[in-house]
């Protein structure tokens, strides 16, 4: 149904004398699929293109690795600030990759509690820990700007190559924008499913 359709059929049921207007629910439940199906689309795009990057880093890592251990063992010299490059990247890949993995339902979920609830009872609890874990990423990304920030402002670099750190943390809370995107994205589905 077209978003023109749609406001077509809205228009005809407020005309009508015995009809009340629609609630903002039944309106989200009527037009709310293509709006809906957009934004999975939109989140799976993002979380696949973080999950390509979160990929190239962990190549990065392995060629580091690589380099490292061929530079010791056969040319003693070792790859210069290849633990502090490994850790940077290994820091910066996690929340790269864990948008895709929510996705996929790849996470590790404990449900030695709910096994035995009703559907309805376990689909409600689904949809308060989405929510409560997407406002929590929020509030991460959030504070972890705010600790780049002093970071930034106290100038503080790394031990051996003396990089900056503020880049791996802002990095850091640009990648879990997508995790957050995609929590939303589970308690919407939750939810509209819900309520049907």
Avoid at 8 to 22: A, E, G, H, N, S
Avoid at 40 to 63: D, H, P
Avoid at 90 to 100: E, G, N, R, S
Avoid at 149 to 171: K, M
């Amino acid at each position: 149904m077209t978003a023109i359709e749609r406001r077509c059929r809205i228009f005809q049921r407020t005309q009508q004398p015995d009809r009340q207007v629609d609630t903002p629910i039944e309106l989200f439940l009527e037009g709310g699929n293509e709006m809906l199906g957009k934004f999975e689309i939109f989140v799976k795009r993002i979380s696949n293109w973080f999950a390509n990057i979160g990929a190239a880093m962990l190549l990065l890592i392995c060629l580091i690795t690589f380099l490292d251990i061929v530079g010791s063992k056969f040319f003693a010299f070792p790859f210069p600030g290849s633990v502090e490059l490994t850790g940077f990247l290994q820091t910066m890949l996690i929340p790269f990759a864990a948008a895709l993995t929510l996705l996929h339902g790849q996470h590790i979920k404990v449900e030695i509690f709910t096994d035995r609830l009703p559907e309805h009872v376990k689909t409600i609890i689904d949809s308060v820990i989405s929510l409560l874990l997407c406002l929590f990423i929020l509030v991460f990304i959030w504070q972890t700007v705010v600790f780049g920030i002093a970071i930034q402002a106290s100038g503080e670099y790394s031990n051996t190559l003396r990089l900056p750190l503020s880049p791996v943390i802002y990095v850091m809370a640009f990648a879990l924008v997508s995790l957050g995107l995609a929590f939303l994205l589970g308690f919407l589905q939750l939810f509209k499913g819900r309520i049907k």
